[in-house]
């Protein structure tokens, strides 16, 4: 009975006071909401292990991550059939590599599309637990030299391209213009191992060599046997290749000591190369939020405790008449329940609204390159549902017991005695004051990195990267090997190629809307990816000392396209083009340098007929480049990012065999450009496709809208901090103030000025603030130094960060210590001395 009686005793106390009761319960629902989204976000984008259908986490098997070109490297198949045949803790172990090809409709006619093509050995399926709900899996025997190449195709491909046609199985479709049969078709969803769209067998030559080589690397999809950790195989497969590499010939011996370790393990959700560039923005992110689920925790701590210290009469006068403290405690117990509760239940609804809105943001990221990983559809699955509920039962412990140990452990007999509030007064002076500067703590590392972050992602959206956009559509323009082999660089192979590209730009050029067209590997706001350039006569004794550079290629005539421009020298031309030798690497080519590598490289202005060539740590470099011209500036990569810098160079088009990006400057309408460009490939025939065809605009904001992303919830914990932080601080400086109620009544008879009263709690609230913002902005240093590991933090973001976050939370302090204080001392004195 007496269990219902304090139920609705508790629910009594919170209707009472509606604003405190709604007050509390939006405090929690927005700090468990947030944590909830962020555990959703990021256990299913990193955290969570891949199993599919097998119970033990499959991981990735790659060379090392090259973080001066944001993305992971592939590895000597000669070292992961190493790995695969001695290791004892691997249940299975697939080699792959991926990439972009065409693929043309059973009516050819109807031309062709870009899809992501992932070749492969025949056990990746059996790796990774699943088969094709029609037709066949791959065999041993289809990865053999003679053997049919075949194909499997991909759900959305088989309904999208071929219109779930059941009779598919069997019949031969063509990619890069290349007859293939196709054997199966996979599940609704499976796009293993990350975006793959069509799977074709690789070749048993291609993944078996008999000897290590340089020459183009795999990647490896393994499962752990049942019961084994990722630690315990990664000692075992350094001590693998410890003991091959020892027998390695001198031109491979850098792999024994190479820093970032030559071959690594890991989660296979790192493979996304986005998110392990950026993964100390992720922890960040994890940190953020849990300082704001601590925050909630000592706000809502602190209400409860001003409840308390408010009904400290109330309780002493009851445990005098003989009523169990232990019923006590579970009455307050019951206010914590009721709050944590509905704030957790608001929270699940947050949550779910987050991860929609989320879903439909990846949705517009991808929406052009399609380029998102199966993974990456949050829910609140199972695992954020036991979150939510720990969280919440961590949440009413601390924030009920707490305040209830609180009121019970004091002197209640003074309390009684003197009537007055005072009694708990030392006690929890000293705990208000560690609360201050808790607050003050947690809200400036929460502000600092948030504004940092969103200042420097500001800054990079709206960077100059030294071109035009206003006008111009980009898109990728993919000539198909079938068609258009390169065959070693041949005279015949070339020409071709180059006719067709160069066809495309005369016939584009003649529209009376398009002004101009050009090719580029990567165009600028694009790409990224910095190499070390040697200067013949001024090497390094050290490859890596050398300068970086990011080397492009660009078609004849293509700086007015982007409104760049030869400051200097000349523009490539036909001469460029007089080699016919296939071996064109071997050959001296020219090349053309931005300004400001000229100018900090060149000081003396010579750079006009100076050799460069592209050098790393492997003994690799290209040919010598002569420098014929110097081009405006413009910048390569998201300035954010690490992978940027402000040295470019640009060799000729027509001499690599590079994949190309063409870029539009039109008038008119913009769907009208897109419909000319897409018009004039169709008139090239089936081997030419167009694809990723948008604004120069939207093309440039795709390298970070990831990281934006990120930095739009940084930007709500910033905002959910701030609100924590000024209801916390004055909540706690009210609280404080109003347990020296009598204090400030005899300081204030015994003749103290009002300003006297007010300067005294200011002083105070001033050393609690230092104490705070040093611990804050130490800190906050240390995570943003993690994180610019991965992002160059924009200078003015720390003059905003650790400048003008300080100077706000001063403020807010100030301001939040004043108010109390102001209206505490409109009472009269007596009446103060007379408060119980």
Request: hydrophobic content about 45%; overall charge neutral; charged content about 15%.
């Amino acid at each position: 009975m007496s269990f219902w009686i304090d139920i609705k005793y508790a629910i009594r106390l919170l209707l009472k006071k509606p604003v405190f009761t709604t007050t509390s319960i939006l405090i929690v629902a927005i700090g468990l909401a947030l944590t909830l989204y962020t555990f959703s976000l990021l256990n299913q984008l990193i955290f969570k292990p891949l199993t599919f259908n097998g119970d033990s986490q499959l991981i990735a098997i790659e060379g090392e991550f090259a973080h001066t070109h944001g993305r992971g490297q592939s590895a000597d198949p000669y070292h992961l059939n190493q790995i695969s045949a001695e290791s004892e803790l691997l249940q299975g172990m697939s080699l792959y590599h991926t990439g972009v090809r065409t693929i043309a409709g059973l009516d050819k006619a109807s031309g062709s599309r870009k899809v992501h093509l992932s070749y492969s050995q025949w056990n990746l399926f059996e790796v990774a637990g699943v088969q094709p709900i029609l037709g066949r899996g791959f065999t041993p025997q289809d990865q053999d030299i003679g053997a049919e190449s075949v194909i499997i195709l991909s759900y959305g491909v088989w309904q999208n391209q071929f219109a779930g046609n059941k009779d598919i199985i069997g019949t031969t479709v063509e990619i890069e213009a290349m007859p293939k049969r196709v054997i199966g078709v996979m599940p609704e969803g499976f796009a293993f191992p990350a975006i793959t769209q069509v799977w074709q067998i690789m070749r048993v030559s291609r993944f078996s060599p008999t000897q290590p080589s340089n020459s183009l690397g795999l990647k490896a999809v393994a499962r752990l046997k049942q019961g084994i950790s990722l630690t315990r195989f990664q000692q075992e497969m350094r001590d693998i290749l410890q003991r091959h590499f020892q027998t390695l010939p001198q031109d491979f011996a850098w792999r024994l000591s190479s820093p970032g370790g030559y071959i690594r393990a890991f989660p296979f959700k790192l493979t996304n190369d986005a998110v392990f560039h950026h993964y100390p923005v992720f922890v960040a992110m994890l940190i953020v939020v849990l300082l704001i689920l601590l925050l909630t925790c000592i706000n809502l701590g602190n209400l409860l405790l001003v409840r308390v210290n408010e009904r400290i009469k109330e309780v002493a006068i009851r445990i005098s008449l003989g009523i169990p403290r232990k019923r006590l405690v579970l009455q307050m117990l019951w206010e914590s329940i009721f709050i944590c509760s509905l704030g957790g239940l608001t929270a699940f609804f947050l949550a779910s609204w987050g991860v929609h809105i989320t879903n439909n943001a990846f949705d517009q990221i991808f929406t052009v390159n399609g380029e998102r990983p199966f993974w990456w559809q949050l829910s609140l699955d199972m695992d954020a549902i036991i979150v939510l509920l720990v969280a919440v039962v961590l949440m009413i412990v601390v924030t009920g017991f707490i305040p209830a140990w609180r009121a019970l452990s004091g002197d209640l007999n003074a309390v009684l005695r003197d009537g007055t509030r005072g009694a708990l007064g030392k006690k929890a002076g000293r705990a208000n004051k560690l609360l201050v500067v808790t607050e003050i703590s947690l809200s400036c590392v929460v502000l600092v990195v948030a504004t940092m972050l969103l200042s420097t992602g500001y800054s990079a959206q709206n960077a100059d990267y030294g071109v035009d956009t206003d006008n111009r559509i980009t898109a990728a323009v993919h000539l198909a090997w079938g068609s258009y082999p390169w065959s070693g660089g041949s005279p015949e192979a070339r020409k071709k190629r180059n006719d067709t590209y160069y066809r495309l730009k005369d016939e584009l050029e003649q529209l009376p809307n398009i002004h101009s067209v050009a090719y580029f590997s990567s165009l600028p706001g694009t790409g990224g990816g910095s190499s070390h350039v040697e200067i013949q006569g001024k090497a390094a004794e050290v490859f890596n000392e050398n300068p970086l550079w990011n080397f492009n290629v660009v078609s004849r005539d293509a700086w007015g396209a982007v409104g760049m421009k030869i400051i200097e020298g000349r523009n490539f031309d036909l001469r460029d083009l007089a080699s016919d030798s296939r071996a064109l690497a071997d050959t001296e080519s020219p090349v053309i340098i931005n300004a400001a590598m000229a100018r900090d490289l060149f000081p003396n202005g010579d750079a006009i007929g100076q050799r460069l060539r592209t050098v790393d740590g492997e003994g690799w470099q290209t040919e010598w480049r002569t420098v014929i011209g110097i081009v405006s500036d413009s910048i390569h990569g998201a300035t954010m990012q690490s992978t940027s810098t402000q040295h470019s160079g640009y060799g000729l088009m027509d001499r690599r065999n590079w994949r190309m990006n063409i870029v539009m400057h039109y008038s008119g309408p913009q769907s009208q450009a897109e419909i000319a460009l897409q018009q004039t490939i169709n008139k090239l025939g089936a081997d030419v496709t167009v694809y990723h065809m948008q604004s120069y605009d939207n093309l440039i904001e795709q390298p970070v809208m990831l990281v934006n992303a990120v930095n739009k919830i940084f930007l709500w914990c910033g905002l959910v901090a701030l609100f924590l932080a000024a209801s916390g601080i004055y909540a706690v400086a009210a609280n404080s103030i109003t347990l020296r109620n009598q204090e400030i009544a005899t300081r204030r008879a015994l003749g103290a000025r009002n300003s006297q009263v007010i300067k005294l709690f200011l002083n105070q609230a001033g050393i609690q603030l230092l104490f705070g913002l040093a611990l804050g902005i130490s800190l906050s240093l240390w995570i943003v130094s993690q994180i610019s590991q991965s992002i160059i933090i924009n200078g003015n973001s720390y003059v905003i960060g650790l400048l003008g976050i300080p100077i706000f939370i001063t403020a807010m302090v100030l301001t939040a210590t004043y108010i109390p204080s102001s209206k505490i001392i409109k009472q009269e004195p007596s009446e103060g001395l007379r408060q119980s």
